[in-house]
């Protein structure tokens, strides 16, 4: 399946690095090309730049890495997403990374999929550092990634991609759990960023009989 990725930012480029490096050529779609050119450059020849329409009327999977406030534009661009998969590592942030500006009623994963016409909504992405996102390795163990669609082909074809890129892929099932995601991300914000533990760690997943 073909895969774009919509920004090229922190998370976009790291998960563009991490699939490219496994092989797998990734679409960067953002609203000005020319600016991400060398940085999209430097990833080699499985990376491709170009704009948004390009890179998602070329794509099966979809990967929102932009700023949540992006996406309702993005979403109701295109009045039918044709079954594609648009997997939202966003999160609905307030400003200055402060509180999460909705949530455990409803997701920003949620609302996206009320606007997004015909796409099939898979969380996944969004509760770990771009760091852990670019490279999963850890000396202790792998780190776990939360991954919840209501279109179970969908989300096990975004399971595969976060284990091939190195994470412990978990099921969550349907979207709904978007809920616990989000404010999930914000235990990892604020550990990284206001706790002091710095962007070196991730969560893994411990189990016994
Ligand atoms: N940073 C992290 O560690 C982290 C981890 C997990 C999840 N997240 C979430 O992931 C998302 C992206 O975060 P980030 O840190 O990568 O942000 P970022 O570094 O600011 O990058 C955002 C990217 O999105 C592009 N963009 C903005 N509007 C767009 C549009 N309409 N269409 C396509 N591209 C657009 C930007 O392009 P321009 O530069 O040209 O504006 C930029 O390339 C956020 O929702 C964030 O909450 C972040």
């Known amino acids: 399946m073909s895969l774009s990725i919509l920004g090229a930012g922190q998370v976009g480029m790291a998960l563009g690095r991490a699939f490219t490096q496994r092989g797998e050529p990734v679409t960067f779609g953002v609203p000005e090309p020319a600016r991400p050119q060398a940085a999209v450059a430097a990833l080699g020849p499985l990376a491709?730049?170009?704009t948004v329409d390009e890179a998602v009327e070329g794509a099966?999977?979809?990967?929102?890495?932009?700023?949540?406030?992006?996406?309702?534009a993005i979403a109701q661009a295109r009045a039918d997403w044709g079954g594609r998969i648009l997997v939202d590592a966003t999160n609905p942030l307030a400003p200055g990374?402060?509180?999460?500006?909705?949530?455990?009623?409803?997701?920003?994963?949620?609302?996206?999929?009320?606007?997004?016409?015909?796409?099939?909504?898979?969380?996944?992405?969004?509760?770990?550092?771009?760091?852990?996102l670019g490279d999963a390795r850890y000396p202790g163990g792998t780190p776990f990634m939360p991954?919840?669609?209501?279109?179970?082909?969908?989300?096990?074809?975004?399971?595969g991609l976060a284990t091939r890129?190195?994470?412990?892929?978990?099921?969550?099932?349907p979207l709904k759990a978007a809920r616990w995601l989000e404010p999930f991300a914000m235990t990892w914000i604020h550990m990284a960023l206001r706790q002091g533990l710095g962007r070196r760690f991730a969560f893994g997943l411990l189990r016994r009989d």
């Open 147 to 159: 991954v919840c669609g209501d279109d179970a082909d969908a989300r096990r074809h975004v399971l």
């Open 60 to 72: 099966d999977t979809v990967i929102l890495a932009v700023p949540y406030g992006a996406l309702p």
């Open 165 to 173: 890129i190195g994470f412990e892929a978990v099921d969550l099932g």
């Open 97 to 132: 990374l402060a509180a999460l500006a909705l949530g455990t009623t409803t997701s920003g994963a949620e609302t996206l999929a009320g606007l997004a016409a015909g796409a099939r909504v898979v969380k996944a992405f969004n509760t770990t550092g771009a760091e852990n």
């Open 48 to 50: 491709r730049l170009t």
